[in-house]
């Protein structure tokens, strides 16, 4: 699939100047640089889970789990959905009882 994008000549000569300083055609330099910057976007969230200590004991312990050979695997992402589904759900501290399909305290 493509799509086109319209540009001021001036912003499409830039993005030649660049490609072809890259080496690279137009298309492959303006797709690795929309990679870059979606990369740039995520990592702005990374670095909240990075300051979050019982995020990172969690994600230690499946990394251990791993290597120890204890981690569970699924077969296609169905499987896994249908084990999250049968798992119970614990009620968070702070919320009132599910009731009625529905939390109490949900508006």
Same mark, same amino acid.
């Given at each position: 699939m493509s799509h086109s994008?319209?540009?001021?000549? !001036? @912003?499409?000569?830039?993005?030649?100047r660049l490609a072809?300083? @890259?080496?690279?055609?137009d298309a492959a330099y303006l797709a690795e640089m929309v990679a870059a910057a979606w990369e740039a976007a995520c990592a702005q969230?990374?670095?909240?889970?990075?300051?979050?200590?019982?995020?990172l004991a969690g994600?230690? !312990?499946a990394l251990d789990e791993v290597a120890r050979g !204890?981690?569970?695997?699924?077969?296609?992402?169905? !499987?896994?959905?249908?084990h999250l589904d049968s798992a119970p759900i614990?009620?968070?501290?702070?919320?009132?009882?599910?009731q009625d399909g529905a939390h109490a305290d949900a508006r």
């Open positions: 994008v319209t540009l001021s000549d !001036e @912003t499409y000569d830039l993005l030649a072809k300083s @890259t080496g690279k055609d969230y990374d670095a909240a889970f990075e300051r979050d200590e019982s995020w994600a230690q !312990e !204890e981690a569970q695997h699924f077969a296609s992402t169905e !499987e896994f959905i249908e614990a009620e968070p501290e702070g919320r009132l009882p599910m």
